[in-house]
T-cell receptor, first 111, second 115 residues
Framework: GENVEQHPSTLSVQEGDSAVIKCTYS??????FPWYKQELGKRPQLIID?????GEKKDQRIAVTLNKTAKHFSLHITETQPEDSAVYFC??????????FGAGTRLTVKP | NAGVMQNPRHLVRRRGQEARLRCSPM?????VYWYRQLPEEGLKFMVY????????ESGMPKERFSAEFPKEGPSILRIQQVVRGDSAAYFC?????????????FGPGTRLLVL
């Protein structure tokens, strides 16, 4: 089955700096890669996703890149703000199959 | 359009009791997934269901855990004879199940505490 690894497990940046979180996956048939943000005590919220027919997707300060050959994808947050502080999870799946999540990255943005 | 609903939001059980967690998917969604999140840990897949069918239960413990998604009504995750290690947040997610889809939307979770 799919195995997703996520790095780093914790990340601390100064407000205004960029943050990058990286994930690798094992199943070459995976074709959907979402990113979720989970604030303390809250549900995971989908923030951006990318499908395998696209190499990069951007939404304001958030971007995701996908390298299918290397089987890795990354989340980029620019101009970080304190409210970006949360745990971020990457995931991979095939179509509507069950989703396999990375272990999460705890991002702290220091004001 | 209401989002994914879960109830109860908090559930306290004593060891040996049964826990029933309910999930109502978003309107029009036919696929339901259950995940467990232990404190300070990530989300672990448990089971994937469509109406009246279990598609993948590879993440479910072999004993005490069961899930269903009946033709009418919510999906139910049932834990029999709970133990302290079952204490966790249980999230359900739903997706429309269209071809090329996969986007899952999460409910608020049920936080189970086993005393």
């Amino acid at each position: 089955g799919e195995n997703v690894e996520q790095h780093p497990s914790t990340l601390s940046v100064q407000e205004g700096d960029s943050a990058v979180i990286k994930c690798t996956y094992s199943d070459s048939a995976s074709n959907y890669f979402p990113w979720y943000k989970q604030e303390l005590g809250k549900r995971p919220q989908l923030i951006i996703d990318i499908r395998s027919n696209v190499g990069e997707k951007k939404d304001q300060r958030i971007a995701v890149t996908l390298n299918k050959t290397a089987k890795h994808f990354s989340l980029h947050i620019t101009e970080t703000q304190p409210e970006d502080s949360a745990v971020y999870f990457c995931a991979a799946c095939r179509g509507t199959d069950d989703m396999r999540f990375g272990a999460g990255t705890r991002l702290t943005v220091k004001p | 359009n209401a989002g994914v609903m879960q109830n109860p939001r908090h559930l306290v059980r004593r060891r040996g009791q049964e826990a029933r967690l309910r999930c109502s998917p978003m309107k029009g969604h036919s696929h339901v997934y259950w995940y467990r999140q232990l404190p300070e840990e990530g989300l672990k897949f448990m089971v994937y269901l469509q109406k009246e069918n279990i598609i993948d239960e590879s993440g479910m413990p072999k004993e005490r855990f069961s899930a269903e998604f009946p033709k009418e009504g919510p999906s139910i995750l049932r834990i029999q004879q709970v133990v302290r290690g079952d204490s966790a947040a249980y999230f359900c997610a739903s997706s429309p199940g269209d071809a090329g889809a996969g986007t899952q939307y999460f409910g608020p979770g049920t936080r189970l505490l086993v005393l």
